[in-house]
């Protein structure tokens, strides 16, 4: 990696007393060359401003949004196109002196991401080693801008549980469902949280997983739905798969996401599993109902 890119998200704050802010970009200086890169999020992009900020006027965000995308763009024309000897030998472009000094190659990005009033300001910033800037950035804006490799917690499905624990509850059977928040191996395992599991049993006999397939787009809905396809599928390699498992699913109303949620739940029932859709309540009662010769004395 011979690359050194300092680099800061750019944060959207309207009111800045407040501190709080949603990042809506990055922007990369590499080291050396004093290349400079960024992404921006589209202007049309506004969910989850409306949901941090929903008194704003969201005219307001996306002006200041093109704005930025406009200085941003002449001051990378200007940067970049002036010659790499010129600028690894400490020289400034003519029209942005004001950002270039001879103390030392990183006066751009500092200059850059320096204080403003401004509601759009420089938040997070670090240092990456890279072996390609282009590369380096899409990472660095997936991280901080789409939140990709994140472990959030997905409140609708914590709904969905609550939602199916009240239906339970309601037919007198929610006492022998209990969180199984270690099945599998210690050196793999996943949580449940809906299991029957009787005294001595290592595994779950029964196990319901609520599953939102409701997502924003199919790439998000093919990602979340193939994760648990290959969890399934190695808790079955490893002899740690329930002896009964359904999956109760949420699907998405557009056409291109249904279709996608489709697809995932044939995956689903290709590896062994049950799939219900959210509202059947008959079919989740008639999954969850425990027979009279079982054991019903749970496992602590």
Request: glycine share 6%.
């Given at each position: 990696?011979?690359?050194?890119?300092?680099?800061?998200?750019?944060?959207?704050?309207?009111y800045?007393e407040?501190?709080?802010?949603?990042?809506?970009?990055?922007?990369?200086?590499?080291?050396?060359?004093?290349?400079?890169?960024?992404?921006?999020?589209?202007?049309?992009?506004?969910?989850?401003?409306?949901?941090?900020?929903?008194?704003?006027?969201?005219?307001?965000?996306?002006e200041?949004l093109r704005r930025?995308?406009?200085?941003?763009?002449?001051?990378?024309?200007?940067?970049?196109?002036?010659?790499?000897?010129?600028?690894?030998?400490?020289?400034?472009?003519?029209?942005?002196?004001?950002?270039?000094?001879?103390?030392?190659?990183?006066?751009l990005?500092?200059?850059?991401?320096?204080s403003?009033?401004?509601p759009?300001?420089?938040?997070?910033?670090?240092t990456?080693?890279?072996?390609?800037?282009?590369?380096?950035?899409?990472?660095?804006?997936?991280?901080?801008?789409?939140?990709?490799?994140?472990?959030?917690?997905?409140?609708?499905?914590?709904?969905?549980?609550?939602?199916?624990r009240?239906l339970?509850?309601?037919?007198?059977?929610e006492?022998?469902?209990r969180?199984?928040?270690?099945?599998?191996?210690?050196a793999?395992h996943v949580?449940?949280?809906?299991?029957?599991?009787?005294?001595?049993a290592?595994?779950?006999?029964?196990?319901?997983?609520?599953?939102?397939?409701?997502?924003?787009?199919?790439?998000r809905?093919?990602t979340?739905?193939?994760?648990?396809i290959?969890k399934?599928?190695?808790?079955?390699?490893?002899?740690?798969?329930?002896?009964?498992?359904?999956?109760?699913?949420?699907?998405?109303?557009?056409?291109?996401g249904?279709?996608?949620?489709?697809?995932?739940?044939?995956?689903l029932?290709?590896?062994?599993?049950?799939?219900?859709?959210?509202?059947?309540?008959?079919a989740?009662l008639?999954?969850?109902?425990?027979s009279?010769?079982?054991?019903?004395?749970?496992k602590?």
């Open positions: 990696m011979n690359l050194v890119l300092n680099y800061a998200a750019v944060g959207f704050r309207p800045r407040m501190g709080e802010f949603v990042n809506v970009g990055i922007v990369a200086v590499e080291a050396k060359s004093r290349f400079l890169s960024y992404r921006l999020i589209s202007p049309q992009r506004t969910k989850r401003i409306s949901a941090c900020f929903p008194e704003l006027d969201l005219a307001i965000y996306r200041g930025l995308e406009n200085e941003l763009s002449a001051l990378s024309i200007e940067t970049n196109s002036f010659s790499d000897d010129k600028r690894q030998a400490g020289q400034s472009h003519p029209a942005q002196g004001d950002l270039f000094i001879q103390e030392g190659d990183i006066d990005f500092r200059r850059l991401t320096s403003q009033a401004s759009f300001f420089y938040a997070v910033k670090g990456r080693l890279a072996n390609d800037a282009e590369v380096c950035l899409d990472e660095l804006y997936r991280r901080h801008v789409e939140h990709w490799n994140l472990a959030p917690v997905d409140y609708e499905e914590k709904k969905l549980v609550r939602a199916i009240k339970l509850r309601a037919h007198r059977i006492r022998l469902y969180e199984a928040p270690w099945v599998g191996t210690k793999y949580g449940i949280p809906l299991a029957f599991t009787p005294r001595g290592e595994l779950p006999q029964k196990a319901i997983k609520p599953l939102n397939l409701a997502r924003s787009t199919p790439t809905i093919y979340h739905g193939d994760e648990w290959a399934v599928q190695r808790l079955a390699r490893l002899s740690c798969l329930p002896e009964s498992f359904l999956f109760v699913v949420k699907k998405p109303e557009d056409p291109e249904r279709k996608a949620a489709d697809e995932i739940c044939e995956g029932i290709g590896v062994g599993v049950e799939v219900v859709e959210v509202g059947d309540d008959n989740i008639d999954f969850a109902r425990i009279e010769d079982a054991k019903l004395e749970l602590n």
